[in-house]
């Protein structure tokens, strides 16, 4: 190792982790460690959220590594925010982990005369490896939701041609949010732009209008309008039912906080992963949607929640099962390819006593009614139901 050379490597480091600290110390096998940080700013621009610890306090923890020479805050913007510092520096190396290699930085290096290096991630013996998107994920304790029935009537160009109530539980999570899957992930990310972290305290139902509004930026260049159900059964705890009348809004929310209902739920609900909604998947696409239909969704709903507030399970599983029909019957394409077989497998399963999929469908999860918990399938996913 030549120790006048000058290595440089750039990054966020906002939740500072054992992987870093390896990374960091590989890195500095080749000479002098510097360590330009990523401002408040660009982070927000480029990654599109706040960070957890802002720019001066992530500066004080990174210079406070045995393996740096020294550490400072990126002046650039964007994938090379290092470029200005890079001119007084004049490293020997920059070095990226695998998931930091780009092309952007190579074509950089090569104009530069930098010596350009990629490390696998690779933990420090007897330790995990650590990354800050999985330690993000563990840590975030924004809720998900599952809709139970009249999933869709939140739409207006459903809602037109009857109003009806749709149904939600606001869930903990427990378990790995996955993407694409039925779960509201899209308004859950839009949520984390503003709190990364957790919902703040403030009226429920306030929160879930802003999340709605905020989502549905008038600007969208898509057109598309994300239904009020994702906001209001991510950000209104408990069992939670909405009523719409062709308007975006609900012109009605009811809440049950009832413990005893909300464990009754979790006693006989559980999730199957099945596999993602495949790009370039249209649920729409061949929907039938008049009436008759509409009003056979509506109706399922207005049975799901009566069964459920009388702990009726034979009721429960019989609306349940008649609002996803109803659904399928207006989005037939929600039933894409390979989903029919996973229905089939565990509509055979013993103790298993009706299924949906969360969502506009086309993929996820398969969410069962079950007889009680020891019916729950091998693999299954228990849900957790948010109090408050």
Not at 209 to 237: H, T, W, Y
Not at 315 to 336: C, D, L, R, T
Request: proline residues 6%; aromatic residues 10%.
């Amino acid at each position: 190792m030549s120790e006048n050379k000058k290595v440089l490597v750039s990054g966020c480091y906002d939740l500072l982790h054992s992987g870093h600290i390896e990374f960091f110390r590989q890195a500095s096998a080749f000479g002098d460690l510097y360590v330009g940080i990523g401002s408040d700013e660009t982070i927000l621009h480029y990654k599109g959220h706040k960070t957890l610890y802002d720019e001066q306090e992530r500066l004080y923890m990174v210079k406070a590594i045995r393996y740096v020479k020294d550490a400072f805050i990126n002046s650039g913007s964007g994938i090379l925010d290092f470029a200005p510092e890079v001119e007084w520096l004049k490293p020997d190396l920059l070095v990226v982990n695998e998931d930091g290699d780009s092309e952007e930085k190579r074509a950089f290096c090569r104009e530069h005369g930098i010596e350009y290096k990629v490390l696998q991630r690779t933990p420090q013996p007897g330790l995990e490896a650590r990354s800050s998107t999985a330690l993000k994920e563990n840590i975030c304790q924004i809720p998900t939701r599952l809709d139970l029935a009249g999933t869709w009537i939140d739409q207006p160009y459903v809602s037109c041609f009857a109003p009806g109530w749709a149904l939600t539980i606001s869930l903990e999570p427990t378990f790995e949010v996955r993407e694409r899957c039925g779960l509201s992930t899209s308004t859950r990310n839009m949520i984390r732009k503003i709190w990364p972290m957790q919902l703040p305290k403030m009226d429920p139902e306030t929160l879930a209008k802003l999340v709605f509004c905020f989502e549905n930026d008038p600007e969208r260049s898509d057109g598309i309008i994300s239904g009020a159900q994702d906001s209001i059964g991510i950000c209104m705890p408990g069992l939670v039912r909405h009523y719409y009348d062709n308007r975006f809004w609900p012109l009605k929310i009811e809440t049950c906080l009832d413990e005893e209902i909300l464990s009754w739920l979790e006693d006989h609900l559980c999730m199957i992963p099945m596999f993602p909604r495949r790009p370039g998947c249209s649920v729409v696409e061949g929907k039938q949607i008049d009436r008759p239909r509409v009003e056979a969704l509506a109706a399922a709903a207005d049975a799901c929640w009566q069964a459920i507030l009388s702990r009726d399970l034979t009721g429960f599983a019989a609306a349940y099962k008649a609002s996803f029909e109803a659904q399928v019957a207006m989005f037939p394409a929600m039933i894409q390819p390979g989903v029919q077989a996973y229905i089939d497998r565990y509509s055979a399963m013993d103790g298993i006593l009706a299924w949906k999929m969360p969502g506009a469908g086309g993929g996820g999860y398969l969410a069962l009614v079950c007889r009680d918990q020891a019916s729950f399938p091998e693999g299954a996913i228990p849900l957790k139901i948010r109090r408050k």
